[in-house]
């Protein structure tokens, strides 16, 4: 740990304000977040900055950023850090707008990296299941038929019709929508 605290300062430009950030001059993530390798991992500059400071970071806890200027993740400045739960990480990151919804969210920027349907792994249904739960409901049977005429949940069922899963398989052009 010795020389990556050395390489650590070695990559650390402190601000003259007494209160400033201390920027990260080393590689940095895509996020703008320090990475440093350490013992043959990478790990990232701000977390390591808080166990030079303050010791081992707490199994389950988040090494987050308050620094007065504002949002800085190359920041390593250990008074500007403080440690936080998954939740309030969470929080941190959506009050800082880096949490991506809508049209910047990964599911839509790479539609493809996670399969659908039967291409997916864990995928227990097929297309043409699906088609006709959706066929079953809109010709007025109850979910609770169709689950047990199946061999699947309520829960999945309902799902289905309300498109909350394989809502990318359409339905066959006779069927109608379930009321």
């Given at each position: 740990?010795?020389?990556?605290?050395?390489?650590?300062?070695?990559?650390?430009?402190?601000?003259?304000?007494?209160?400033?950030?201390?920027l990260w001059t080393g590689c940095r993530d895509?996020?703008?977040?320090?990475?440093?390798?350490?013992?043959?991992?990478?790990?990232?500059?701000?977390?390591?900055?808080?166990?030079?400071?303050?010791?081992?970071?707490?199994?389950?806890?988040?090494?987050?950023?308050?620094?007065?200027?504002?949002?800085?993740?190359?920041?390593?400045?250990?008074?500007?850090?403080?440690?936080?739960?998954?939740?309030?990480?969470?929080?941190?990151?959506?009050?800082?707008?880096?949490?991506?919804?809508?049209?910047?969210?990964?599911?839509?920027?790479?539609?493809?990296?996670?399969?659908?349907?039967?291409?997916?792994?864990?995928?227990?249904?097929?297309?043409?299941?699906?088609?006709?739960?959706?066929?079953?409901?809109?010709?007025?049977?109850?979910?609770?038929?169709?689950?047990?005429?199946?061999?699947?949940?309520?829960?999945?069922?309902?799902?289905?019709?309300?498109?909350?899963?394989?809502?990318?398989?359409?339905?066959?052009?006779?069927?109608?929508?379930?009321?």
């Amino acid at each position: 740990m010795d020389d990556s605290v050395k390489r650590f300062w070695s990559r650390v430009r402190k601000s003259s304000d007494l209160d400033g950030c201390w920027l990260w001059t080393g590689c940095r993530d895509s996020w703008g977040y320090g990475q440093l390798r350490v013992d043959g991992r990478h790990v990232k500059a701000h977390r390591l900055s808080w166990m030079i400071h303050r010791g081992p970071i707490p199994h389950g806890m988040f090494v987050l950023h308050d620094c007065p200027s504002g949002d800085n993740p190359a920041c390593v400045n250990p008074s500007h850090l403080w440690l936080g739960d998954h939740p309030a990480n969470m929080a941190d990151m959506a009050m800082k707008g880096r949490a991506a919804s809508g049209d910047e969210h990964g599911s839509r920027l790479y539609p493809k990296s996670r399969p659908r349907g039967r291409a997916n792994g864990n995928a227990r249904l097929t297309e043409e299941v699906v088609r006709e739960i959706r066929r079953l409901r809109a010709t007025g049977s109850t979910q609770t038929a169709i689950a047990g005429q199946l061999g699947v949940s309520i829960s999945q069922v309902s799902k289905i019709v309300r498109r909350e899963s394989w809502r990318h398989v359409e339905d066959d052009a006779n069927s109608t929508a379930p009321a």
